[in-house]
């Protein structure tokens, strides 16, 4: 299949007020192919997002961005202990999920979801101590 990807700018309501523009790949019309590894038979296709789609997206993640950025450490790693929860009570299901999706074998899928769940605990465990916070800054020590 030809790569018929474009660019495109992001508009300045999907990046925040006052910040800059920039690039995209948008995929054109391109179906994203998934193949079982073990037969190399083609599983399922999934469409793209259109651009419309992808700004919507954006968007979204601004108007949330604005409403999580005040929220504490101890919010933030509450909602990743409650991730790993789903991540392990669902790991059966989401693990067939990244098998469709990915074309990864069932056993590599389910360690990839434990490795989710651990990585959320680890740092909703490590998070504040790993980090700090000055103003609007925040880097990695």
């Given at each position: 299949?030809a790569d018929?990807?474009?660019?495109?700018?992001?508009?300045?309501?999907?990046?925040?007020?006052?910040?800059?523009?920039?690039?995209?790949?948008?995929?054109?019309?391109?179906?994203?192919?998934?193949?079982?590894?073990?037969?190399?038979?083609?599983?399922?296709?999934?469409?793209?997002?259109?651009?419309?789609q992808?700004?919507?997206?954006?968007?979204?993640?601004?108007?949330?961005?604005?409403?999580?950025?005040?929220?504490?450490?101890?919010?933030?790693?509450?909602?990743?202990?409650?991730?790993?929860?789903?991540?392990?009570?669902?790991?059966?299901?989401?693990?067939?999920l990244?098998?469709?999706?990915?074309?990864?074998?069932?056993?590599?899928?389910?360690?990839?979801?434990?490795?989710?769940?651990?990585?959320?605990?680890?740092?909703?465990?490590?998070?504040?101590?790993?980090?700090?916070?000055?103003?609007?800054?925040?880097?990695?020590q």
């Open positions: 299949m018929r990807r474009t660019t495109s700018n992001v508009t300045d309501a999907a990046v925040g007020p006052g910040l800059p523009r920039i690039g995209v790949w948008v995929a054109a019309a391109m179906a994203i192919a998934t193949t079982n590894p073990a037969t190399g038979e083609a599983v399922r296709e999934f469409d793209t997002l259109t651009e419309a992808l700004e919507e997206k954006l968007q979204r993640s601004w108007e949330a961005f604005g409403t999580y950025r005040d929220t504490t450490f101890e919010q933030r790693a509450g909602w990743l202990r409650r991730a790993a929860d789903i991540f392990d009570e669902d790991n059966g299901r989401l693990a067939q990244a098998t469709l999706e990915m074309g990864k074998t069932l056993v590599a899928a389910r360690v990839e979801v434990t490795k989710c769940a651990d990585g959320c605990r680890w740092y909703a465990d490590h998070a504040a101590e790993s980090w700090q916070v000055n103003a609007k800054t925040i880097w990695v």
